[in-house]
């Protein structure tokens, strides 16, 4: 009898649809036109995607982030890493995690400066627990020891996990905040870019590096 259940490869494919989703929802007639564009300025630009060849451990899952919510969550890759810890004994480099981000989940890529510039939190509605006003500082950043250090880029860049940020998506994003301020999405993307928190890769397509990593022995998880 045939099962109508989505196999692992369809459920990675329809997550990178609703990932593309995301971008459409800021405003779908800047982000249509930007993405457009994309494929020439890919074809354009060399990528470095060396990293690739680090995920040799004996258990590697990617982490495809969805929408910001209440909770953060990169909650679930930690969790994944203490499981592993507790039930496998086993850590990086045995234990690889990837944490692939386009556009819904952009704003845990960015520094402090980035999130006040560009008014993230209200953008996104993520308020910062400290204040309970919209977020003006990256509150997915933490210093060691804090108790938010755990889920923070830090803290799972700590225990070996690698951040990436779709191009596609941040052209995408960079149109909608030049509709926005007037100013050239180009520069705007330079400025992004610039912003990257420490250790965040950019690479060509959301779409095209869940398929790599998964080539190369990554499960895949969509966190919602």
Known sequence: MSSNRPTPDRRAFLATLAAAGAVAALRPEVVVAASRRAPESVDSQEWDLSWLDTLTGAHKQV?????????????????????AREVLKKEFPEVNTVIGIASSAFPINVSDAIWARYELGEKWKVTDPATGTWATRNIYSARPGTPAFSTSVEGLQARGAIFWQCDNALRGIAAQFASDTGRPAADIRTELIAGFMPGVKLIPAHT???????????????VV
Request: glycine share 12%.
């Open 208 to 222: 095209l590096l869940i398929g790599l990593v998964q080539e190369r022995g990554c499960s895949y998880e969509m």
């Open 63 to 83: 982490f495809d982030m969805g929408a910001l919510g209440e909770r953060t969550p990169l909650r679930v890759p930690r969790n994944y890493l203490n499981a």
